[in-house]
């Protein structure tokens, strides 16, 4: 599975979010810097490490129940990966750098990688992420905190989802589910 994809060697390092516009979707890319390259690389490194952790992952099957904990996969051939195809598989989605000045339109967000041979994409789903909206933070400036006033989106530890070129995982990649697991 994605395992096999270097991360470190990946020359293209992407990043965009999925945004909900009524009753429709659409992805866009959102130009990013290298300090934000090397977040994604390491995110996208965390969530592998967690999902070698968790051992092999079952395939999914939709007449099965699973709870939120189970380690899947899911053939990038079948019918039930179209939505996820559509990230993976997108060339040149567009460029838009205010396309987070408004997160709460924001299901997603994925980083696309590429290397010399292969590629892989690393998607987080909207719930997993939009607490930080509701949230006041703060900030510690001179001798006092005060509330940051500005729109903050915030990346986490880990992706819910690695997508390569066979196939698709989920599950218990997640720390939050690994740490459950374990217990």
């Not at 390491?42 to 099965?64: F, Q």
């Amino acid at each position: 599975m994605p395992a096999q994809f270097n991360v470190n060697a990946a020359g293209v390092v992407e990043f965009g979010v999925g945004m909900d516009e009524g009753r429709s979707q659409r992805y866009v890319s959102v130009p990013i810097d290298a300090e934000v390259q090397a977040a994604l690389r390491e995110m996208v490194l965390a969530t592998r490490n967690e999902m070698k952790a968790a051992g092999d992952a079952s395939t999914y099957d939709p007449g099965e129940k699973y709870s939120g904990h189970d380690n899947l996969r899911l053939p990038i051939d079948s019918d039930l990966a179209s939505h996820v195809l559509l990230i993976h598989n997108a060339a040149n989605l567009p460029s838009e750098p205010r396309a987070l000045s408004d997160p709460k339109n924001v299901f997603c967000y994925f980083t696309r990688m590429r290397d010399d041979k292969s590629r892989l994409t690393a998607i987080r789903r909207a719930t997993s992420f939009k607490g930080v909206l509701k949230s006041r933070l703060l900030q510690f400036t001179t001798d006092a905190l005060k509330i940051v006033p500005d729109k903050i989106f915030k990346l986490d530890q880990d992706f819910d989802l690695l997508v390569d070129d066979t196939g698709i995982q989920t599950g218990c990649g997640s720390r939050k589910c690994h740490r459950r697991r374990r217990a």
